[in-house]
């Protein structure tokens, strides 16, 4: 926690060979024709073959066309090249450029090894080919061929900056120092060096050294805010509250332009319990117009993917969040990371809010439409659900969770047989096996609602088909079998398989003690009832009317009452007249 300012500025190492992969291919684009004259022009002069004319000409035709990123001429030329002078590694190295920009690293390699097979010490054609074994992450090859570099040209430090960096990647810990330390021995000690090690110290968990590495590399250069930053977060995840202050006050307020060092010493107000500062710093950083709204997003998204980052601001996060809004109240990043964040805060209410104002603003964002079916259909508006799933379906006809949402809000409003249209059409689009689980489980609840039973059971078989441990099915299939007093002992067998994965789970306790009700074993379904309205969790009307049924049955009027008047708050229409009837039975007694 607290690692931004660390992971934006000791990328040095793992972005250094990147850096110098970019600065190389930038200098060689301008000096591959003076590189390749050298390589033939000797020639020309010497004798005036027409062959070499033809590839002199031809090379520097495809080099043209390579620095004006006609790629495709290029390659013809470069080939052309090779078939009048096979020997020269030139147009193989730039091939192999062209074809590692495209993505196409199998090529590329292979004309990188060509290229260093023709001409072994040509260092440009060994960093090329170093260059694309890192991009493949074969790091132990890419240290082979540096390690040749090394021997061509020993005095050069980023050599032994690359190779401490694959050392490192590779997890060769004591290898990358070595290296590092060459460094040190031929250059002196330097910031950049210090900063390798204290990140490999760091990883070695030597906590020591790796701070008297960060120390050094502050030597250099007291003034940069960022390894102040870096000694502040060290001491901020070693608990030393104070030493972590004394560096925060050197990079903030003084830095409060750069977002890693807003974002860090908020966190670290957090930490210390400071809210009022915390939220304080956050509000001015979303204010702050010089830090780009980009900057802002990322870092507000990442309370949605970091569970600890999440509840370290929640005390803060609700007032941010709409600080966030107010600044970039029409901006879909801004709308979509405060939808994200009400969603993990279960704020359904303000999130399909938000939800729908971006897809208003953007039909096609398909991802905030499955956002806003997901909020409206968790507060049960399957009336909102039904009308932008439709239009959904005719917007995006290939997205077969909308068809989902579209059937279950049907079914929810007791248009079963358009339901079973809807669903079906959505089943043959996916091919995702939880989907499909999730299609054949509603499927089944609108054939049992039109009493096409037999169906209903064969979706439910189908499901279990795809997956045997699905427990929602199980449950499920148990109870309408229950309900309909219909194979009692597979439903039993089924229902058991779900309380022995969630024995405290209210809903599934409810449906076994039902199926030992139906079975007139009330000893058994009084027990397990019990269990039901006594768990942690959510009781619906219907358990309490269960629970009713139950006592009322094992001639307990008093403890059955005591249920069915908890079941009536719950309860509506033809279910809350039973209920009510039964009440009446009872009181009469």
């Not at 000096?31 to 050298?38: G, I, K």
């Not at 009048?84 to 020269?88: D, E, G, H, L, Q």
């Not at 719950?570 to 009440?583: A, I, R, S, T, Y």
């Given at each position: 926690?607290?690692?931004?300012i660390?992971?934006?500025?000791?990328i040095f190492d793992s972005?250094?060979k990147?850096?110098v992969?970019i600065?190389f291919?930038?200098q060689?684009?301008f000096?591959?024709?003076?590189?390749?004259?050298?390589e033939f022009?000797?020639?020309?002069?010497q004798?005036g073959?027409g062959?070499?004319?033809?590839?002199?000409?031809?090379?520097?035709e495809?080099t043209?066309?390579?620095?004006?990123?006609?790629?495709?001429?290029?390659?013809?030329l470069?080939n052309e090249?090779?078939r009048?002078?096979?020997?020269?590694g030139a147009p193989?190295y730039?091939?192999?450029?062209?074809?590692?920009?495209?993505?196409?690293n199998?090529?590329?390699?292979?004309?990188a090894k060509?290229?260093?097979?023709?001409?072994?010490?040509?260092?440009?054609?060994?960093q090329?080919?170093?260059n694309i074994?890192?991009?493949?992450?074969k790091?132990d090859?890419a240290v082979?061929?540096?390690k040749?570099?090394l021997l061509?040209d020993?005095?050069d430090?980023d050599?032994?900056?690359?190779i401490a960096g694959l050392?490192?990647e590779?997890?060769?810990m004591?290898s990358?120092?070595?290296?590092?330390?060459?460094i040190?021995k031929k250059?002196g000690p330097?910031?950049?060096?210090?900063?390798?090690?204290?990140?490999?110290?760091?990883?070695?968990?030597?906590?020591?050294k790796?701070l008297?590495n960060l120390?050094?590399?502050?030597?250099?250069e007291?003034?940069?805010?960022?390894?102040?930053?870096?000694l502040?977060?060290?001491?901020r995840?070693a608990?030393?509250?104070?030493?972590?202050?004394?560096?925060y006050?050197?990079?903030?307020?003084?830095?409060?332009?750069e977002?890693?060092?807003c974002y860090s010493?908020?966190?670290?107000?957090?930490?210390?319990?400071d809210?009022v500062?915390?939220?304080?710093?956050?509000?001015?950083?979303?204010k702050?117009?010089s830090?780009?709204?980009q900057q802002?997003s990322e870092?507000?998204?990442?309370?949605?993917?970091?569970?600890?980052?999440?509840?370290?601001?929640?005390?803060?996060?609700?007032?941010?969040?709409?600080?966030?809004?107010n600044e970039?109240?029409?901006d879909?990043r801004?709308?979509?990371v405060?939808?994200?964040?009400?969603?993990?805060?279960?704020?359904?209410?303000?999130?399909?809010a938000?939800?729908?104002?971006?897809y208003?603003?953007d039909?096609?964002?398909?991802?905030?439409?499955?956002?806003?079916?997901?909020s409206l259909n968790?507060?049960?508006?399957?009336?909102s659900?039904?009308?932008?799933?439709?239009?959904g379906?005719?917007?995006?006809t290939?997205?077969?969770?909308?068809f989902?949402?579209?059937?279950?809000?049907?079914?929810?409003l007791?248009?079963?047989n358009?339901a079973l249209?809807?669903l079906?059409?959505?089943l043959e689009?996916?091919?995702?096996?939880y989907l499909k689980?999730?299609?054949y489980?509603?499927i089944?609840d609108a054939?049992?609602?039109?009493?096409?039973?037999s169906?209903?059971?064969d979706?439910f078989?189908?499901?279990?088909?795809i997956?045997p441990?699905?427990?929602?099915i199980?449950?499920?299939?148990?109870?309408?079998?229950?309900?309909r007093?219909e194979?009692?002992?597979?439903?039993?067998r089924l229902?058991?398989?779900?309380?022995?994965i969630?024995?405290e789970?209210?809903?599934y306790l409810?449906?076994?003690?039902?199926?030992?009700?139906?079975m007139?074993?009330?000893s058994?379904?009084?027990?397990?009832?019990?269990?039901?309205?006594?768990?942690?969790?959510?009781q619906s009307?219907?358990?309490?009317f269960h629970?009713?049924?139950?006592y009322l049955?094992?001639?307990?009027?008093d403890?059955?009452?005591?249920?069915y008047?908890?079941?009536?708050k719950?309860?509506?229409?033809?279910?809350?007249?039973?209920?009510?009837?039964?009440?009446k039975?009872?009181i009469?007694?």
């Open positions: 926690m607290g690692s931004d660390l992971v934006l500025n000791v972005v250094k990147l850096v992969n600065l291919l930038i060689f684009a000096a591959t024709v003076f590189l390749n004259a050298q022009s000797p020639v020309l002069k004798n073959i062959s070499d004319q033809d590839y002199y000409f031809a090379f520097t495809a043209r066309y390579f620095m004006t990123r006609n790629f495709m001429q290029a390659v013809s470069y090249c090779l009048i002078k096979s020997s020269s193989h730039q091939l192999s450029r062209i074809f590692l920009n495209a993505g196409n199998y090529l590329a390699l292979e004309h060509k290229a260093v097979a023709l001409d072994k010490k040509n260092k440009w054609y060994l090329g080919l170093a074994y890192q991009v493949e992450e790091y090859s082979i061929v540096l040749n570099l061509i020993g005095n430090p050599y032994l900056m690359n050392y490192e590779m997890g060769r004591d990358s120092l070595r290296y590092l330390n060459l040190d250059l330097s910031k950049e060096v210090s900063l390798s090690k204290y990140r490999i110290y760091e990883k070695m968990k030597l906590r020591e790796a008297e120390y050094l590399a502050f030597s250099f007291p003034a940069d805010y960022i390894v102040a930053g870096m502040a977060e060290f001491y995840s608990g030393k509250a104070d030493s972590a202050t004394r560096y006050s050197q990079i903030y307020p003084a830095y409060k332009s977002p890693m060092v010493y908020a966190e670290f107000m957090l930490e210390m319990k809210t500062r915390a939220k304080k710093v956050l509000i001015e950083t979303i702050d117009k830090i780009n709204i802002k870092y507000l998204l990442k309370f949605l993917q970091d569970d600890d980052l999440f509840l370290l601001n929640k005390p803060i996060v609700d007032t941010v969040a709409i600080a966030y809004l970039y109240p029409n879909i801004a709308l979509s405060y939808s994200d964040i009400q969603m993990r805060r279960r704020n359904f209410g303000k999130a399909s938000v939800l729908l104002k971006v208003e603003l039909k096609r964002n398909y991802l905030a439409l499955e956002q806003l079916l997901y968790l507060q049960g508006k399957s009336d659900v039904l009308v932008y799933s439709e239009e379906i005719r917007n995006f290939d997205r077969p969770l909308i989902l949402f579209n059937g279950s809000a049907k079914n929810d007791k248009l079963y358009e249209i809807v079906k059409k959505g689009l996916t091919a995702d096996t689980v999730q299609f489980n509603l089944a054939y049992r609602n039109i009493q096409e039973y169906k209903s059971d979706a078989e189908s499901a279990l088909l997956d441990d699905d427990i929602v199980k449950n499920n299939y148990a109870y309408y079998l229950a309900v007093e194979r009692l002992k597979f439903a039993k229902s058991r398989e779900t309380i022995k969630e024995p789970n209210s809903t409810d449906t076994y003690a039902w199926i030992l009700f139906k007139g074993r009330i058994g379904a009084r027990k397990y009832i019990s269990r039901a309205v006594n768990s942690n969790s959510d009307g219907e358990i309490f629970a009713g049924e139950i049955k094992a001639g307990n009027y403890k059955a009452l005591i249920f008047k908890k079941a009536v719950k309860l509506k229409g033809p279910d809350l007249e039973e209920v009510e009837n039964k009440m039975i009872i009469q007694k």
